[in-house]
Structure formats: C-alpha cells, structure tokens
C-alpha cells in the first residue's frame, strides 16, 4: 500500500534552514505528483510546493516561492523540501502527498490529493 514517511522537521531560529524528506513507497513513483502541505495551529491546512516527478516540473504556493525549493531522488524514491529564510510563520506542521498525476495535479488544492503522510513538526522561532 501507499507508504509516505516525512523527517527532517525540528526546531530552527528565524532565517534559518531545514530540509524535510518525504520517504515513499507502494506506487510507481514516476507516475504520481508529491508534495507538501502545512497546517499551522488555527488554521487551515495550505498547498506549499509540489512537484511532478516525471519530469521534475514543479510548483509553488507565493509563500514558498525563492525561499523552498522542492526536488526528488528517484532512486531513493524521496522527495525533499529544502527551507531558507525561515519565519515564525512558517511554523507548521508539515504533511507530504502523493497522488497519480492527474489533470489537476498542480492545484495544491488539498481534495485533489488522496494520500498524506503524518507530518512532522517544523517551529520556527524568533
């Protein structure tokens, strides 16, 4: 079945750095998107970045756009989320998805995805 395991969340000072991973299996991973999206206390659940991973294309939320950079290792079948210039809002917990590449794949609407890891905590202070 379709296994997504995230690390790589802790605690960092603002204008610091974290990469998150996103370990997957069960599925054929050049055929899904995976990404992430973050749910801050309060709040609902965001898009933050995802990424296609036949052919790398990627997206990002406005939030995300020159700080993260998402990208996969096919071999390893992971896919990463490198932070920069951290903020306390970014402060989150961070959940990975994947889903079969599907005509909307890129919406980083969170019902267009149908399987989500368990998140890990990211917390950013000031």
Not at 45 to 67: F, L, Q, W
């Amino acid at each position: 079945q379709v296994q997504l395991v995230e690390s790589g969340g802790g605690l960092v000072q603002a204008g610091g750095s974290l990469t998150l991973s996103c370990a997957a299996s069960g599925f054929n991973f050049d055929n899904y998107v995976i990404g992430w999206f973050r749910q801050a206390p309060g709040k609902e659940r965001e898009g933050v970045s995802c990424i296609r991973n036949r052919d790398s294309t990627t997206v990002y939320a406005d939030s995300a756009k020159g700080r993260f950079t998402i990208s996969r290792d096919k071999v390893k079948s992971t896919v990463y989320l490198q932070m920069h210039s951290l903020k306390p809002d970014d402060t989150a917990v961070y959940y990975c998805f994947a889903d079969p590449v599907g005509s909307d794949w890129y919406s980083l609407k969170e019902h267009s995805y149908e399987y989500w890891g368990q998140g890990t905590q990211v917390t950013v202070s000031s």
